[in-house]
């Protein structure tokens, strides 16, 4: 609730930090660093979550939503974290909207003849346009 965001790549001002997502080069959930940016890094929903099928290579997003998820919707929702419409939810949710960020972020197309995910929304795209053009002269990203 009284969280600060932070945006920077600075090593010093990261170790700082209780939570760094997508940035840090480290995926440590002990920790709560949730990059996917190493050469090594190659988890999916399935590989860290073995009751789930999705076999998509997961992006800070879909780390973030692996971990915490079904807290989150059952803190909203009022229901038990292990229970059925929780986990109906979670499912659909991750399913229907965060694999798609997971691919569109590793750079996965959508199909090599039959569809790997469903095209649901175009969040990316809206999402890119908030970052400056790439021959804009101010650079700043928190300009807005």
Known sequence: QDAE?????DPQRLAQCDV????????DPERHRYDHHQ???AQSMSSLRP???????LSSAGLVYCHFGAQILAELLGQPE???VVTALYDKLYENFVEEIDAIDNGI?????????ALTTTLSA????LNPRWNDPDQDTEVG
Do not use: L, M
């Open 5 to 9: 965001v932070v945006r920077t790549r």
């Open 20 to 27: 760094v997502v997508d940035v840090g080069g480290e995926y």
């Open 39 to 41: 050469r090594s890094f």
């Open 51 to 57: 009751d789930k099928p999705w076999t998509t290579k």
């Open 82 to 84: 292990d229970g059925p």
């Open 109 to 117: 197309a959508p199909a090599e003849g039959e569809p790997r995910y």
């Open 126 to 129: 809206r999402v890119g346009r």
